[in-house]
């Protein structure tokens, strides 16, 4: 397993080059062309762990989805969840540190990207104009991927769900999609070994807008986290 998590990260790191290097006319190009190279790029890692660390993974929950803008709150275990998401989910988008942006060719991208970001020294005022942009998105129809525990948990690990995600959702009046799954089992937060295994990723029943804040958070970290459990056993 270590040797082959080895090649794993060798050759993710040779394929990422690679398609930095092809994808930079795409940075000439309008916006919603820079989605193209990246579902590309992740479809590679998608190759990469199937056949050399024999992990492959499913997507449940489908009808559970519906076309209008949602907000997605997603457990995080896993470097796994961030590719796979953005790969299925039409015209999604992540907040990020505005740090980010300033990164040699990979803030490039992420500008182009048209990804919200948030200067985390700016406070209330940056958090109010982050909850706007977010707004501008999911009204022009984007769906917005969050992990409301803000950080990857090792699956079983006691829940920690923050309550930033609430302000977006009092704010835009969408519905919120949570999701559970299993990811860490197999590929696990840090540079770890990969074991082989299968990844679900589910998606949950939604929860329907204007509730107050002790109702939502109550519903979303149940609704995760039993459904999470589930795939754990």
């Avoid at 525990?149 to 959702?169: H, L, N, Q």
């Avoid at 958070?217 to 986290?225: A, M, P």
């Amino acid at each position: 397993m270590l040797l082959l998590t080895i090649l794993f990260y060798g050759a993710l790191a040779l394929w990422t080059i690679l398609m930095g290097i092809l994808s930079i006319p795409f940075v000439f190009f309008p916006s919603k062309f820079i989605r193209f190279p990246a579902k590309t790029w992740i479809k590679g890692i998608f190759i990469l762990l199937k056949y050399i660390c024999g992990v492959t993974h499913e997507v449940r929950g489908h009808k559970n989805l519906t076309k209008e803008p949602l907000i997605i709150v997603s457990k995080h275990q896993s470097a796994f969840e961030t590719f796979a998401l953005y790969y299925y989910l039409e015209s999604s988008f992540f907040i990020h540190k505005k740090q980010l942006f300033y990164i040699p060719i990979f803030g490039q991208y992420l500008w182009k990207s048209n990804m919200v970001s948030i200067d985390r020294a700016g406070q209330a005022k940056a958090m109010r104009k982050m909850i706007s942009n977010v707004k501008k998105k999911l009204d022009d129809g984007s769906t917005i991927i969050i992990f409301p525990e803000g950080t990857r948990k090792k699956p079983g690990e006691k829940a920690d769900y923050k309550t930033g995600f609430i302000g977006i959702y009092n704010t835009t009046k969408r519905k919120l999609q949570p999701v559970a799954l299993n990811s860490g089992l197999y590929w696990k937060k840090g540079i770890t070994i990969i074991k082989k295994g299968h990844i679900v990723i589910e998606f949950l029943p939604q929860i329907e807008i204007e509730l107050d804040k002790k109702e939502v958070l109550e519903k979303v970290e149940y609704s995760i986290e039993s459904a999470t459990n589930k795939l754990l056993s």
